[in-house]
């Protein structure tokens, strides 16, 4: 996993792969993986299940809106500058930039970013319904505003931006909404 967050899809070669593996051979590697796509897919899953969940919250309906999209964004920026493991986000920055012959492979991520869009408007739409945010906001400019800020941390954080001018950021970026506030 770490091989493919830090480098990417396609910069990550087999022979890096293999060995981080132990050294294991091309044919154990196909095996046990069948495909370098295959194996991308796996560690995606895992991704999502582990530091992905920083963004769980844009699934969670039971929390107020501002505090779901606040909390994923907070969480992802904590995640995203931890000094353990690669700055930046598997889910934005592991496959761009692919070639035709690997679009599949970016499509793998394209979904995921996309959950999380769907998540962030949802929660921004409940807001303005619930009477929360004012009748006359443009949900679909403040969701996408939302969405361009979580994508653009992975830059940030890949960048070494620390997690204390990221905050900083959410911090002003959440008075945005407050003043959408009714």
Known sequence: MTLFWAQGYEPTSL????????????????AAFTSKEALFQD???RYIGSYGQVTASLKDDTLAPRNAIETALRKSAAMQTAQSHPPGCLIMLGANNCSPENRQVEAILVQERQRNRQGIERHVERARTNGELSPSTDTAAMARMFSTFLSGMSVEARDGVP???IDAAITSLMRLWDQAAV
């Open 15 to 30: 022979s890096q792969l293999r060995s981080s593996m132990g050294g294991l051979s091309s044919a154990s590697f196909y």
């Open 43 to 45: 560690v995606v899953d």
């Open 163 to 165: 997690l204390s001018q």
